[in-house]
């Protein structure tokens, strides 16, 4: 049954409202599972009730008339168990209720399953049979699979609908769209959907001013492709067989034809710019192949819709590379790429929402160190709806607001004039120690990935930088750069930074962030290959980097060097083994280098429970709290599921870093925090009662971290941490954090205006 739940799913998320798609759901389920009946209940957020919103079997009046109370009938018992109920005969069970309006008397045969999206019961989906009979194991597994893949779907189109309405007038009021991951902050202005070349799926609806201009492009794109299709099943001719290359044959076949593409100018005479006309056809087509019986048509539904992108990326390059942003820009997409991000003028960019990205991701970091506000793991988002819709991103409860009315702008505005003051005030720190009440010091350091961020770390008086991550000149390339380009580069990173220290994390990729033209097929990357473990069996790729940073440091010795992902103790033994044998290497070349300060990312329990033999091994330890995070609490932090469950404040891992950090300081080894944690107030109020060094952070944080550093004393931390780590919840640690800093007058920090 995977065929027909794959079709439905796919219909019903491209359904343009809600009414559409509770439609096709009775419409398309009652068939598949053989039911007299098929009826969908809407639970309302408000009152809790059950809603009948569409029927196939039961009598239509009914529809948007019965409400059922919270637990009132099966279908109360479905929503407040959150589980399936099956029965042979419905009106023997204590639970049932006679609903006359509805017209059910003849029905014995019931099946209720739980639609429930991320927690939340959205509604209930109901099959119900004429004989009495129990629905067999297969089907009830069916239904709730379908319910579950549903939800995401029946969000999707009531928030188009609400669109929908906001458009034609009928609904006055806001669209709240809500994440699950958030950089802080409030951002105000015009959406702009950016989109993948060949996520026709993703492309947003346009109007054009000169729909005969965009024909015009169509056409030609189709041309070309049609031109180009033939050149390719000519070349191909001595390699592959006629009915190898008859797939040729039939994509210009399919451009020739006038449904496909009279269909798509028919549309952009309505207006719509050329990508969002194709968008709609070429799905149009596609479903209809898809709902044949026939398995081979409808296989073909691949075939067209593997064209529309075929044409998507022609029509993009006959639009050229030139794109207008607006002054306040959102930007938006399914998953945001960096290129996307520096594309906007410098500005111009004041926010950021992404479907699939999280506040891990590099976007993320780049935002952060911006003071960007974004959201992530946005759910129910119909991109192709909101391109130049006025939006607010709010970075503090993680959800955009599309459409705000006038008296919720004019709220946002005066708590960003509140945001901007507070920035300003922030100000009169700079220049002030990062010292507690008390007299305890700790050193704020920035991290950097770019030549740009070390200079504006330089600038806004970091104490150096706790990371510079340099994977991200290898991201800017091609393929790997050589060493005296590396040299250059680091080089220059010491020089604009000197005297104060650069901390130079080796090659860090795998995982989350593959390069491009290095390709790492794994089927789970996070416990794959990656860090470390690429580089000591890359041992060509990792002795050139570290010969080029050595190289840097013969003229600016304000280096050190940090090895990412240790594991265990033969790791470091090796990367040390190696780093040594490039020292020789370039003493015996004549070049005179004293030997570089040398330090471990602490990212995975293992290193953490090892850290006092590792701690002997090095010069200091650098805790990246944002991987160990992940590893302790077992979330993927890319994952936009699980992303709410990851929290740096969970008791576990604070107890994980206090073990890391008393254990260091016995060796004499000092620490820093260089990931998400280190610039977060709540995370640095524990991080202080741990009596950790230095804080390494996106530098649009340093001034806030100073202050609070500045408002508390050694002692008041250290009591804040002994309460924190006898809790049961990051959410409790986290409330906890956050009252102390609201007490103390930094409410600002981590809310909204002042």
């Avoid at 343009?16 to 439609?23: M, P, R, S, T, V």
């Avoid at 299709?229 to 034809?257: E, G, I, P, T, W």
């Avoid at 019986?293 to 044409?311: C, H, K, S, V």
């Amino acid at each position: 049954m995977l065929e027909p739940l794959r079709r439905i799913v796919h219909e019903v998320s491209a359904a343009h409202n809600l009414a559409e798609a509770l439609a096709l759901i009775v419409d398309r389920v009652k068939p598949a599972m053989q039911a007299d009946v098929c009826s969908v209940y809407l639970t309302d957020p408000e009152t809790g009730e059950h809603v009948l919103m569409e029927t196939d079997g039961l009598r239509p009046s009914a529809v948007g008339r019965v409400r059922l109370l919270p637990n009132q009938g099966l279908v109360g018992l479905v929503a407040s168990r959150a589980e399936p109920i099956n029965l042979d005969n419905a009106s023997g069970h204590p639970h049932f209720q006679f609903i006359a309006s509805t017209g059910e008397a003849p029905f014995h045969g019931f099946l209720g399953v739980p639609i429930i999206r991320r927690g939340t019961t959205l509604g209930v989906l109901v099959v119900q049979q004429r004989e009495a009979r129990r629905y067999t194991g297969d089907e009830e597994s069916f239904l709730a699979t379908l319910a579950a893949q549903l939800a995401g779907s029946i969000s999707l189109a009531e928030v188009r609908q609400r669109l929908e309405s906001l458009d034609t007038g009928t609904l006055i009021g806001t669209v709240f769209l809500e994440g699950v991951a958030s950089t802080r902050g409030l951002g105000i202005g015009e959406a702009v959907v950016v989109f993948p070349d060949t996520a026709l799926d993703s492309v947003p609806d346009k109007r054009v001013s000169d729909p005969e201009a965009e024909i015009k492009r169509f056409n030609k794109a189709v041309t070309t492709e049609v031109a180009e299709l033939h050149k390719l099943s000519d070349q191909l001719a001595d390699v592959l067989s006629a009915s190898d290359r008859a797939l040729f044959d039939a994509y210009a076949l399919l451009l020739s034809s006038d449904s496909l593409v009279e269909g798509t100018v028919a549309r952009i005479r309505q207006g719509i710019w050329a990508p969002a006309a194709l968008r709609h056809t070429i799905s149009e087509f596609a479903d209809v192949f898809e709902e044949m019986d026939d398995a081979y048509l409808a296989d073909r539904a691949a075939d067209i819709r593997d064209l529309g992108r075929r044409l998507l990326q022609r029509l993009q390059r006959t639009a050229g590379r030139e794109r207008e942003y607006p002054e306040h820009t959102v930007l938006m997409g399914e998953e945001i790429s960096v290129s996307q991000f520096l594309e906007v003028p410098q500005g111009q960019l004041v926010g950021l929402v992404s479907v699939n990205g999280t506040s891990a991701s590099h976007v993320a970091l780049l935002a952060r160190g911006l003071s960007i506000p974004a959201v992530f793991g946005l759910q129910s988002a119909p991109l192709e709806r909101l391109n130049g819709r006025q939006v607010v991103v709010d970075g503090y409860s993680a959800r955009v607001c599309v459409h705000p009315g006038p008296t919720l702008i004019e709220e946002y505005r005066r708590l960003a004039e509140e945001e901007a003051e507070l920035s300003q005030e922030l100000e009169s720190l700079l220049d002030q120690p990062a010292v507690t009440t008390d007299g305890h010091y700790y050193r704020l350091l920035a991290n950097a990935g770019l030549h740009a961020d070390v200079a504006a770390a330089r600038d806004r008086h970091a104490h150096g930088i706790g990371l510079y991550r340099s994977e991200l000149h290898f991201y800017l390339r091609d393929s790997f750069p050589g060493e005296d380009e590396q040299t250059a580069t680091y080089r220059r990173v010491l020089q604009t930074m000197a005297p104060a220290p650069v901390m130079l994390r080796t090659l860090d990729v795998g995982g989350d962030k593959p390069l491009p033209y290095y390709p790492i097929e794994e089927a789970n990357p996070f416990l794959g290959w990656r860090g470390i473990r690429i580089s000591l069996d890359q041992t060509d790729i990792f002795k050139t980097q570290l010969r080029a940073m050595l190289r840097a440091s013969a003229v600016h010795p304000n280096m050190g060097i940090m090895f990412p992902m240790i594991s265990c103790i033969s790791e470091l033994t090796k990367a040390l083994a190696v780093l040594h044998d490039a020292h020789n290497e370039l003493i015996e070349d004549g070049i005179q280098i004293n030997f570089p300060q040398v330090g471990i990312m602490v990212e995975v329990p293992s290193a953490a429970y090892m850290i006092g033999t590792l701690a002997r091994m090095v010069d200091f330890i650098a805790i990246g709290s944002n991987d160990l995070t992940q590893y302790i609490l077992a979330v993927d932090r890319s994952n936009v599921r699980v992303a709410q469950l990851y929290d740096s404040l969970h008791p576990a891992v604070l107890f994980t870093l206090n073990h890391v950090c008393r254990q260091a300081h016995a060796a004499t080894c000092p620490v820093s925090v260089c990931g998400e944690m280190a610039g977060d107030p709540a995370g640095a109020l524990a991080l202080m009662g741990m009596g950790i060094d230095s804080f390494s952070m996106s530098l649009g944080n340093l001034l806030k971290i100073k202050w609070v550093i500045r408002s508390f004393s050694y002692e008041e931390a250290r009591g804040l941490l002994r309460q924190a780590l006898q809790m049961d919840s990051a959410q409790q640690v986290r409330a906890q954090m956050n009252r102390a800093l609201d007490e103390r007058g930094l409410g600002g920090l981590v809310r909204a205006g002042h």
